[in-house]
């Protein structure tokens, strides 16, 4: 079963979806950069100064609460790009956001894209229609979050993943899904047995591989789905 966001090696689609005269005027400050595991592109609290479209890899934006509380709000791949609060004029942003599974992308500073959104209507609009997207993701997260079972909510996560790199593979801890879920560690443990033992992934050290996709879509319900219909109506 194909992905339901799929793109093209190497190239960031929000960049390529840019008319040819927004894709000009920005292609110049653009400057690539690794984007290491674990790498931070923004912190609590800290006003933004650099946005990043990813060519490779995801991104996690992670709600950090008191008593070192955290779970995944939203990620972000080579469909999309770092800095929504850039896009909407807000400058920083309550939540912490790094890179959970590393690849390459394109940096530029954030004053130099407010710049060129300030003179361009088009790139602004278009910047915006990604951010409204990222909302419904958001907004989605938080539906399965509070209704949907483990195993719902881990299916999920996994074929959001899975759209936003090559290959089936996904170098992922058990700790690391614990915190993007926000549930212990056990019960991450308990739902990738749930999903092993229906042949939809295969479970190793560190790794996942998705053996079954439109299956874990069926495991996954009506959590998976909106958001990315939401992104290719919005942007392509």
């Not at 005027?25 to 100064?49: F, N, R, Y």
């Not at 979050?145 to 090559?166: F, I, S, T």
Request: with cysteine; hydrophobic share 40%; charged share 25%.
């Amino acid at each position: 079963m194909p992905k339901r966001l799929s793109f093209s090696h190497g190239e960031n689609n929000l960049i390529a979806t840019l008319p040819e005269p927004d894709r000009v005027l920005i292609e110049p400050h653009l400057k690539a950069v690794d984007l290491d595991l674990g790498k931070s592109l923004e912190k609590p609290g800290e006003t933004v100064e650099t946005v990043y479209f990813p060519l490779s890899g995801v991104g996690s934006m992670v709600a950090v609460g008191s008593k070192g509380r955290r779970i995944e709000a939203g990620l972000f791949g080579r469909e999309g790009m770092s800095g929504s609060t850039i896009v909407t004029a807000a400058e920083r942003s309550p939540h912490e956001t790094f890179i959970q599974v590393a690849g390459h992308g394109l940096s530029i500073e954030a004053g130099r894209l407010r710049e060129l959104m300030d003179t361009s209507p088009s790139l602004t609009r278009h910047l915006l229609r990604y951010t409204q997207a990222l909302f419904t993701q958001t907004a989605h997260t938080a539906l399965s979050n509070g209704q949907a079972k483990l195993e719902e909510r881990l299916a999920r996560w996994l074929l959001m993943c899975h759209d936003r790199l090559d290959g089936d593979d996904l170098e992922l801890t058990h700790d690391f899904l614990a915190v993007m879920l926000g549930v212990r560690r056990a019960g991450v443990t308990v739902g990738t047995h749930l999903l092993e033992g229906k042949g939809l992934i295969r479970a190793v050290r560190k790794r996942i591989t998705i053996m079954d996709r439109e299956g874990l879509e069926v495991e996954a319900q009506q959590s998976y789905g909106v958001p990315e219909s939401e992104y290719i109506r919005l942007i392509g």
